[in-house]
């Protein structure tokens, strides 16, 4: 599947963490860096990338991973030594559905491509979904989803990695537990913003 020129990368304007607009330096906004460093996003959830995604997660199009993947680390710079890349980690339910870990193939690509090693310092604490939540259910459902799942150094980077985000709050809670166990600096990727409807 050779899709990859089909996709258009869009540049976002609204902070990853919380989707204010304005000047937006290193795709957060000035209240959330302290959070999340640095974040980015492929594009929206439209056209080709909007339909691959929705085959990866929805239609089992596993092969889809590698674009995906590819996609991702194409818009990544180049990763210091210390990045390490952390898959925002899927509810059991929804890997056993789909017969694999959709987050850990995609991170784990990323890795082969950036050199970045993959470490699962997050660990879910509950099975909430996201889907259909609004924001401010998403956002009370995020800040008990997550636990540490290891010790974090202050040395590295912890580079969080998801397929959606819509509101910002899974990665800003996941971000926040990962500063509270340890991390001194955060950073952000995903492959699509879908806004709330």
């Known amino acids: ?3 990859k020129n089909n996709i258009k990368d869009d540049v976002f304007f609204n902070c990853m963490s919380c989707g204010v607009g ?4 290193n795709g957060v906004c000035s209240s959330c860096k302290n959070i999340i460093s640095r974040a980015w996003v492929v594009g929206a959830r439209d056209g080709e990338l909007k339909e691959l995604i929705n085959d990866y997660k929805f239609s089992n199009l596993y092969a889809a991973y590698e674009t995906l993947a590819d996609v991702l680390a194409e818009l990544l710079p180049n990763l210091p030594e210390n990045v390490v890349l952390v898959p925002i980690p899927t509810i059991r ?30 660990v879910r604490a509950n099975n909430a979904v996201q889907l259909g939540a609004g924001k401010r ?8 989803a997550f636990k540490p799942g290891g010790e974090l150094s202050a040395d590295k980077i912890y ?8 509101t910002g709050a899974t ?6 537990v990962l ?12 492959i699509v913003r879908q806004p709330l409807d």
């Open 1 to 3: 599947m050779d899709c």
């Open 22 to 25: 304005g000047f937006i330096k």
């Open 93 to 122: 339910r929804h890997i056993r559905q789909r017969g694999y870990d959709h987050i850990d193939l995609l991170v784990r690509r990323v890795s082969l491509l950036t050199g970045a090693e993959v470490n699962k310092s997050l």
């Open 137 to 144: 259910q998403r956002e009370a459902q995020a800040k008990i």
């Open 159 to 166: 580079l969080l990695v998801d397929d959606v985000v819509t």
């Open 171 to 176: 990665m800003r809670n996941a971000a926040k």
């Open 179 to 190: 500063r509270e166990a340890g991390a001194t600096e955060v950073w952000a990727a995903a």
